[in-house]
């Protein structure tokens, strides 16, 4: 029914990834939201370094362990078997989230159910429906240095996930600085959503159709 | 000062009764006090509010005091993993109130380092900050969080001496240190049980003093996602 359904697909999930990991900047302490998110480090650039934060209490993020070498005891935010690396440092939740709010972590790169033109951000629950929680998004957003979102342009009905007013309740209020979806990159700006760059075989006015939320130019 | 008890279940002897309140430490299922839970269990206790980070899966850790209906009340920021909880939670069987995480964790380690609320900037222009005082500094708004003062803490270390000295390992530490810094009396649960003086004192993560029964026991330590890459 919307022109929506019927445009092109633009990136994939390993794209939209390698599209976030250039937002990654060399010497950053980074941390990374479940979903495309945990994709981002298979793509960082070369010649950059970037130290991954996982918020239940780790700095030096390592990949995952090869069969055998799983430790219960070493874990990410996602309840995923990780290992260390020779940069780790470890310490308890009050200490990691002190470093989240107290703005020594320059990025978050989130998942999101749903993004506004005021850069709020909702990605916790459906009311009635989904019952998750919040997990460490609430403090995510609030304290580190810029957001960057990245999810599916639509819902999987055609509708904009770009939105001039988030329906669901809210993970933080104008916290979005960026937004990277499967049709392109968004910055928030001054009066609504601002094109940066649109993904391969999309064209603008592809993305101005499949986008509820003001585009400013 | 005797603090290391034989049992989980002689640790928490006298100190355990109805609609009180419980700092639990861990983070899913790791680090989580599975000895002590399961003496809970035992114990029959009821009408428990329990501040944990999350309430363990359906049939490990919290899940086996949601599954017998003793606890009344829950403080966390995730409970994802467990299809009961939701069940209890959406039919109004179970209370729940959200904290964003870091706030969570801040609201333990600040009742354990007596102070009774602090301002933060997480959970501003929320549904969490409805009903909390907001104060503004240089523009930004900050909603008053009250620090958690738990009656119990039960937590779960990697090694302890005989006065409560306690190492962690790796993301294992987790919530442990707030959530036993919280309680009126903590109960700390690990692997194992060293004398004075063979830990380092430049290497203990959580000082004795905050610690006031201490049992060794084997821990299952269940993996929740286990995931691996592929050998190189």
Partial sequence: MTTAQQGPKGWDRNQMAARAARELQDGTYVNLGIGIPTLVPNFIPEGVEVTLQSENGMLGMGPFPVEGEEDADLINAGKQTITELPNTAYFDSAFSFGMIRGGKIAMAILGAMEVDENGDLANWMIPGKLVKGMGGAMDLVAGVGRVVVVMDHTNKHGDSKLLKTCTLPLTGKAVVDRVITNLGVLDVVEGGLKIVETADGVSEQDLRNATEATIVS | ?232
Wanted: with cysteine; glycine share 12%; proline share 4%.
């Fill in chain 2, 1 to 232: 000062m005797k603090k290391v008890y034989g049992s989980a279940k002689e640790a928490l002897d006298g100190i355990v009764h109805d609609d009180m309140l419980i700092a639990a430490g861990g983070f899913g299922l790791c680090g989580i006090p599975e000895l002590l839970i399961d003496a809970l269990v035992e114990s029959g206790v009821k009408g428990l509010t329990v501040a944990s980070n999350n309430a363990g899966v359906d049939d490990f850790g919290l899940g086996k005091l949601l599954a017998t209906r003793q606890i009344k009340k829950m403080m966390s920021s995730y409970v994802g993993e467990n299809a009961e909880f939701m069940r209890q939670y959406l039919s109004g069987e179970l209370e729940l109130e959200f904290n964003p995480q870091g706030t969570l964790a801040e609201r333990m380690r600040a009742g354990g380092a007596g102070i009774p609320g602090f301002y933060t900037k997480t959970g501003v222009g929320t549904v969490i900050a409805d009903g909390k005082d907001v104060k503004s500094w240089d523009g930004q708004d900050y909603i008053l969080e009250e620090g958690i003062f738990a009656d119990i803490s039960i937590v779960k270390a990697w090694k302890a001496d005989e006065t409560g000295n306690a190492i962690f390992r790796k993301t294992a530490r987790n919530f442990n240190p707030p959530a036993a810094m919280c309680g009126k009396i903590c109960i700390m649960e690990v692997e194992e049980i060293v004398p004075v003086g063979s830990l380092d004192p430049d290497a203990i993560h959580l000082p004795g003093v905050y610690v006031h029964r201490i049992i060794q026991g084997t821990h299952e330590k269940r993996i929740e996602q286990r995931t691996t890459r592929p050998a190189a």
